[in-house]
């Protein structure tokens, strides 16, 4: 079994790629984590959750999950307040933690000023 340090969930949104990767590196090197990026991160959370999520705790068993929002994402249309976000990936964050008691989940948000806590 090749171990994951950590899982990254992220959108697909361009604009800040570059951002969380750099944040991410603070974290782990390539090698070292699985990445998710789905349109939205959380806000899907059937699809982030359900298949693919599940699928990196199974095979990989990730110590810790980072989840990225992002401000101004088209998957949230009009609605793209921090609160809204801080909810979605709230929720998801306790589905992380039933899934797996142990596993630690940080939760932050990329905006156009930098990488800030959720
Ligand atoms: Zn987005």
Known sequence: MHKAKILVIHCIDLRFQEMIDADV???????????????GASIDFENVKNSAIDVSLKLHQPDEVIIYE?????AY??????????????????????????IKVTLKIATFE???EL
């Not at 603070?26 to 789905?38: L, M, P, V």
């Not at 992002?70 to 088209?74: A, I, P, S, V, Y």
């Not at 979605?88 to 797996?100: M, R």
Request: aromatic share 8%.
């Open 114 to 116: 930098g990488i800030k």
């Open 77 to 102: 249309g009009q609605n793209n307040a921090f609160e809204t976000h801080k909810k979605n990936a709230q929720k998801l964050k306790e589905a992380l933690i039933e899934a797996s008691p142990d």
């Open 25 to 39: 590196k603070q974290n782990a090197s390539y090698g070292e984590f699985d990445r998710i990026a789905w349109p």
């Open 70 to 74: 992002h401000e101004d994402c088209g």
